[in-house]
């Protein structure tokens, strides 16, 4: 799953997200992944992309969210 259709399905979800990228941070895991819905929230910070996504999943996963294929 893009992260574009992740937003989406979390926003489907009632679940408020966002993925940053800060170049300020001189490459040290410049992504961020943060997710909340009022009762728990997750954050994950990455090298790249790719990996921030993986995490992002990862971490949903645990609180029983597992997007659709």
Request: hydrophobic letters at 50%; one cysteine or more.
């Amino acid at each position: 799953m893009d992260a574009i259709a992740l937003l989406d399905w979390l926003l489907e979800c009632d679940v408020d997200a966002l993925l940053r990228v800060d170049a300020g941070r001189g490459g040290v895991r410049p992504w961020t992944f943060h997710a909340t819905n009022g009762e728990w929230s997750v954050r994950v910070d990455a090298f790249s992309a790719d990996e921030c996504m993986e995490k992002a999943l990862k971490a949903l996963a645990d609180h029983g969210l597992v997007p659709p294929e």
